[in-house]
């Protein structure tokens, strides 16, 4: 049994399943694709004899065909009873992909950095474009002109550490370019975006170890 509903309907359907009288096969197994809940949500079925798990891709799916196709090949995260981990590392393997295990309480840890990976991206990219919109850009166009500069920090990612990835002005210590753009930032009455730029850049400090001391007593007084 594969339960791939949104996470607040799972107990829904865990209840549902355990109104049934069904003529179960010796070992039931029914795992769950939520990515932040872990094999625990499914106890009640546990407690009727069900071995239970979770079992959640790292892919962003945002329409079902494309969706689909990013599946295959993915990572998942599995977790749960043995057996049920085992069917679960079979289903992955039959899509082309790769699995791997956590400790189930750190589930919604895990969840949350796929989500700063993908769907926080996304909300840096669209602040990204509110800031080209302020420089006079239609939003389409300015997709189209920063996707390509996405695309090449990604492909720096596959095969670099975040360090080495780094480039830009913090990677290089611009004192001067950063004060430029917090000015600008502030001058177009940008908060969201000046907020991020801000804890983003200290991060970036991090990761450069250049300048840093200079360039971090300029992010917190402005």
């Known amino acids: 049994m594969l339960i791939a509903t949104p996470d607040d309907q799972i107990a829904k359907v865990v ?7 069904p003529v179960l096969p010796q070992q039931p197994i029914a795992l769950h694709t939520s990515g932040a809940l872990s094999a625990k949500v499914l106890a009640p079925l546990k407690e ?5 798990g979770s079992l959640h891709p790292l892919a962003s799916v945002s329409e079902p065909r494309s969706g689909a196709l990013a599946l295959r090949g993915a990572y998942w995260c599995v977790e749960g009873d043995p057996p049920a981990v085992r069917t679960g590392k079979q289903l992955v393997r039959d899509l082309e992909g790769k699995s791997f295990s956590i400790a189930s309480n750190l589930k919604p840890l895990y969840h949350a950095a796929a989500v700063m990976t993908a769907g926080n991206v996304v909300a840096l990219f669209d ?8 420089c006079g850009l239609k939003k389409k166009e300015a997709q189209q002109i920063l996707f390509p500069l996405l695309l090449t920090a990604v492909q720096n990612l596959e095969d670099k ?14 004192v ?14 940008l908060p969201d975006a000046l907020d991020l730029y801000r804890l983003l850049g200290k991060r ?17 007084s402005r």
């Not at 209840?15 to 009288?21: D, P, R």
């Not at 602040?127 to 302020?134: D, K, N, Q, T």
């Not at 001067?176 to 009455?189: C, D, G, P, S, Y």
């Not at 450069?208 to 971090?216: E, Y």
């Open 204 to 220: 970036s400090l991090q990761l450069s170890k250049r300048n840093g001391p200079r360039i971090t007593r300029l992010l917190k």
């Open 176 to 189: 001067e370019t950063v004060k430029r753009h917090l000015a600008a930032l502030k001058t177009n009455k």
């Open 48 to 52: 009727k004899g069900w071995t239970v």
């Open 127 to 134: 602040v990204a474009l509110e800031m080209l919109g302020r």
């Open 161 to 174: 550490d975040p360090a080495q990835a780094l480039t830009g002005t913090f990677s290089r210590g611009d």
């Open 15 to 21: 209840e549902w399943l355990n109104s049934l009288e």
